[in-house]
């Protein structure tokens, strides 16, 4: 069956960094576009960044030029490098995967936390 793992969470201060992971298995990870989203307290799941097949990305406006999404086929991982890290970017982090046999899959996510 799919299955989306991630890890990579924690605590860690304004402006420092994290790199999570999204271990993927149950399907070809390599023809499958993958993502990455955040869900903050009291706020509505957000969509963080975007791989292709192919490795073109795309990312979220509040993101872009922090983080970086990059993945290796490989060994079935997509990962999620936050530098500048912010007080508003503590989420729990989800990996997903939009489009499996016409169904969305989903982790359990990782929870990270950006607080001094």
């Known amino acids: 069956q799919v299955q989306l793992v991630e890890s990579g969470g924690g605590l860690v201060q304004p402006g420092g960094s994290l790199r999570l992971f999204c271990a993927a298995s149950?399907?070809?990870?390599?023809?499958?576009?993958m993502q990455w989203f955040r869900q903050a307290p009291g706020k509505e799941r957000e969509l963080v960044a975007v791989i292709g097949r192919f490795g073109g990305t795309t990312y979220a406006d509040s993101v872009k030029g922090r983080f970086t999404i990059s993945r290796d086929n490989a060994k079935n991982t997509v990962y999620l490098q936050m530098n500048s890290l912010k007080a508003e970017d503590t989420a729990v982090y989800y990996c997903n995967a939009p489009s499996i046999r016409g169904m969305a899959y989903w982790g359990k996510g990782t929870l990270v936390t950006v607080s001094s």
């Open positions: 149950g399907f070809t990870f390599s023809s499958s576009v």
